[in-house]
């Protein structure tokens, strides 16, 4: 006689995840599903847990990752159940494995190298096949990203597809959206995506939308030049009908502190209009991409060897030196000086980690500038950066926005295991639990319901995962139990390799993945296509 439920919460605030206020009860799973909300009758139950005092939710839904490669080594995604997380989407800003080929293929191969694999796989689809073969201890949905698109096809040129090209270039994103994508990121800072213009942007982004994808947008600005790089996208929305989400949406310099007044009213006006333009933020106040970045976008034409001479060739090494110390530097990091400016994770050379380029400077008794030059190239262009840019007023200004979503931009992490790297982001291990703990408990930003809205229904809606996302009858029972008095984020710049606090119970699928204090091991996750 099987039993009439697998596992039982008793007595927990439910909040459901549709914006409704929470209500104290129950909730009982059968097999991978939600079978029982609100009074549960005593029963045969496999597993009873009390959630007195605790909040009970959805699973989280991490919609802006880069866990591409990360899952493959420790598939448990510790660093994501332990902030209540049982679903993430990654090939995020432009950055993805596939499609596999041409110039990406030899990068991947450096790439999956530095944690003891090779890429197996061409395609969307083969991808997702070798990841669902390896388990994985969350759903994912996948995007393909342009950036990896164009490398597969032209390499690293800096110019304007042939119509060749662009007909290859849609022909990947096609295969990718048969294969199982969730649709298209854009990186707008780093290269390729930077030379990309907006007819090759348009012609990829209808394919996304004939098949219903999303297209997420690392916008090409995030300062004086923000309303021009979103006005880009609204262009696309209009002549795709392609659905547009902008990625970690912020202000990225003192100089234009408080335009999130105007990007978020032009957020609303797209929608007023008709088209549907989202947002994702992560809760800091630093950003994170590789300290290469900080270079004008011309010094990469070529690829890294060539990259790698202009930094030698005094004329050039000239000329990049002018950008950096320019009123209008051309890359990341603008309109900051290089005290805000930190190394952060370097495979080849951890002394430098956790040190601002003016540290770092002053160490070697050098110009920063110059020190940055230096060490790009002594550590094969590949060293970690956090850029302090952003204020806490903006942070606020958009976390309150009723399209924000929370999304960590991070990648998953378990401590001691391949994927760990020495000094990243804490948004990797603190995200989803600072926006609970530090802006929605302490800080009063948000209501727990809004906070958790922004963390399941409504990324659910945008995926279009009919089947998450809220607590009701019949969905996956995808589940997050917490401590609301004790929830929190442990991870810090200085200091980030600690898992956040608070959650005690995490669900994917039916499946229990952290029970109590102790992660199960389970890989209950799905490969959603
Ligand atoms: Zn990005």
């Known amino acids: 006689m099987p039993t009439t439920y697998d596992l039982v919460v008793r007595g927990a605030t439910l909040i459901d995840g549709t914006g409704a206020p929470g209500a104290i009860g129950d909730l009982a799973v059968r097999d991978d599903t939600i079978v029982a909300v609100g009074n549960v009758p005593p029963g045969d139950t496999g597993r009873e847990i009390n959630g007195a005092g605790r909040i009970l939710a959805p699973g989280f839904i991490d919609i802006h990752t880069h866990s591409d490669r990360t899952l493959f080594v420790d598939p448990t995604a510790e660093s994501k159940i332990r902030m209540g997380i049982t679903t993430e989407v990654f090939g995020n800003c432009g950055l993805s494995p596939t499609p596999c080929f041409g110039a990406l293929l030899e990068e991947e191969r450096r790439q999956w190298a530095k944690i003891g694999l090779q890429p197996t796989f061409g395609t969307m689809g083969e991808y997702l096949d070798r990841l669902t073969d390896n388990g994985v201890g969350l759903n994912v949905r996948a995007l393909i990203g342009h950036a990896a698109i164009r490398k597969a096809v032209m ?105 999130t007044a105007k990007t978020l009213a032009a957020i609303d006006q797209a929608n007023a209009d008709g088209f549907e333009v989202d947002l994702d933020q992560y809760p800091y106040g630093a950003s994170s991409v590789g300290l290469h970045a900080m270079l004008p976008h011309w010094a990469f034409d070529g690829g890294p060897a060539a990259l790698r001479a202009r930094l030698t060739n005094p004329a050039d090494r000239k000329r990049i030196l002018d950008d950096l110390r320019g009123p209008n530097p051309s890359g990341n990091g603008s309109g900051i000086g290089p005290d805000k400016v930190m190394a952060a994770t370097c495979l080849t050379d951890p002394s430098i980690e956790g040190k601002t380029l003016a540290e770092l400077g002053a160490e070697r008794g050098a110009d920063p500038y110059e020190t940055l030059l230096d060490l790009l190239l002594a550590n094969e262009l590949d060293i970690g950066g956090i850029y302090f840019t952003m204020s806490e007023d903006d942070i606020k200004a958009i976390m309150r926005h009723p399209r924000m979503m929370v999304g960590s931009d991070s990648y998953s992490q378990v401590i001691g295991g391949r994927s760990q790297q020495s000094k990243p982001h804490p948004r990797n291990y603190g995200a989803f639990a600072r926006v609970l703990g530090h802006y929605t408990r302490d800080e009063g930003v948000l209501t727990w319901e809004e906070a958790i809205e922004r963390m399941t229904s409504r990324p659910a809606r945008k995926l279009r995962l009919h089947d998450r996302g809220t607590l009701a009858v019949g969905n996956k029972a995808d589940l997050a139990l917490f401590d609301p008095a004790r929830v929190r984020d442990r991870a810090t710049f200085a200091d980030p390799d600690h898992y956040s606090e608070g959650f005690e119970l995490v669900v994917v699928n039916g499946r229990i993945a952290l029970d109590g204090d102790r992660m199960t091991g389970t890989l209950a996750g799905s490969v959603l296509r």
């Not at 597809?161 to 096609?174: F, G, N, S, V």
């Not at 707008?188 to 999303?214: F, H, K, M, N, Y």
């Not at 002549?239 to 234009?256: D, N």
């Open 155 to 259: 390499g690293y040129d800096q110019r304007a597809p042939d119509a060749a090209e662009l007909k290859a270039m849609c022909r990947h994103m096609a295969e990718t959206m048969e294969g199982g994508g969730a649709g298209m990121s854009f990186g707008g800072i780093t290269t390729p995506g930077t030379c990309a213009e907006i007819p090759e942007l348009v012609e990829i982004s209808r394919e996304v939308a004939r098949a219903d994808g999303i297209v997420s947008v690392h916008l090409r600005n995030e300062r004086e030049r923000i309303l021009e790089a979103m006005d880009e996208w609204f262009t696309a929305a209009r002549e795709t009908g392609a659905r547009i989400q902008f990625s970690h949406h912020k202000a990225a310099s003192p100089r234009v502190w408080g335009i």
